[in-house]
Antibody, heavy 124, light 108 residues
Framework: EVQLVESGGGVVQPDTSRRLSCAASGFIFGNYAMHWVRQAPGKGLEYVAGITYNSGAADYAEFVKGRFAVSRDNARNSLYLDMNSLRDEDTALYYC?????????????????WGLGTLVTVSS | EIVMTQSPATLSVSPGERATLSCRASQSISSNLAWYQQKPGQAPRLLMYGASTRATDVPARFSGSGSGTEFTLTISSLQSEDFAVYFCQQYNKWPQWTFGQGTNVEIK
């Protein structure tokens, strides 16, 4: 069974840092691009960042560029999101999501597996 | 940024009736559109991709259509388990992927 389990959320002060983790199991993690999507309380979904299956490329939504960094450790089946200079508007439930791939491990742009999320609350 | 606009925000439907949800893109995205269903306290579930291809195990009562800027998700006969929030997502160019704000399908 595919599982994605996020951790690392909590209450943090503005302008501080936090690392989120996503532990994957039940599939060959190193074959898939992985992403972070967030959802502010009572709001819609917002794409944050993603990384290719082999860490060859990573990219970000404009509103987190320069502040967040996504990485992965295929040996540990883990995805990470390092968040710096946190702002009130970064308060959200952060989901880890697996991108559907083709036979060459190229991502197709949409997500077939999601975790349950980890809540980050930025507040003084 | 491509803005995805979903309508209506809330759709009140009786069980057994048809539900039609709309999603509009601010510029053409070809057929690079996915639909997700989200129930309270749960992660989103992929329903549709390529605008009209059902994901694995999605019942045939769900259908998708459209291309370019106008898209529709239709649920032909609503079942109790279909009452949820539905999001569309465009994946035209990474990382500028964006989601709509959602349509809440509620029991009438």
């Amino acid at each position: 069974e595919v599982q994605l389990v996020e951790s690392g959320g909590g209450v943090v002060q503005p302008d501080t840092s936090r690392r989120l983790s996503c532990a994957a199991s039940g599939f060959i993690f190193g074959n898939y691009a992985m992403h972070w999507v967030r959802q502010a309380p009572g709001k819609g979904l917002e794409y944050v960042a993603g990384i290719t299956y082999n860490s060859g490329a990573a990219d970000y939504a404009e509103f987190v560029k320069g502040r967040f960094a996504v990485s992965r450790d295929n040996a540990r089946n883990s995805l990470y999101l390092d968040m710096n200079s946190l702002r009130d508007e970064d308060t959200a439930l952060y989901y880890c999501a697996r991108e559907v791939r083709n036979s060459n491990n190229v991502g197709r742009g949409f997500f077939d597996q999601w975790g349950l999320g980890t809540l980050v609350t930025v507040s003084s | 940024e491509i803005v995805m606009t979903q309508s209506p925000a809330t759709l009140s439907v009786s069980p057994g009736e048809r539900a039609t949800l709309s999603c509009r893109a601010s510029q053409s995205i070809s057929s690079n559109l996915a639909w997700y269903q989200q129930k309270p306290g749960q992660a989103p579930r992929l329903l549709m991709y390529g605008a009209s291809t059902r994901a694995t195990d999605v019942p045939a009562r769900f259908s998708g259509s459209g291309s370019g800027t106008e898209f529709t998700l239709t649920i032909s006969s609503l079942q109790s388990e279909d009452f949820a929030v539905y999001f569309c997502q465009q994946y035209n160019k990474w990382p500028q992927w964006t989601f709509g704000q959602g349509t809440n399908v509620e029991i009438k």
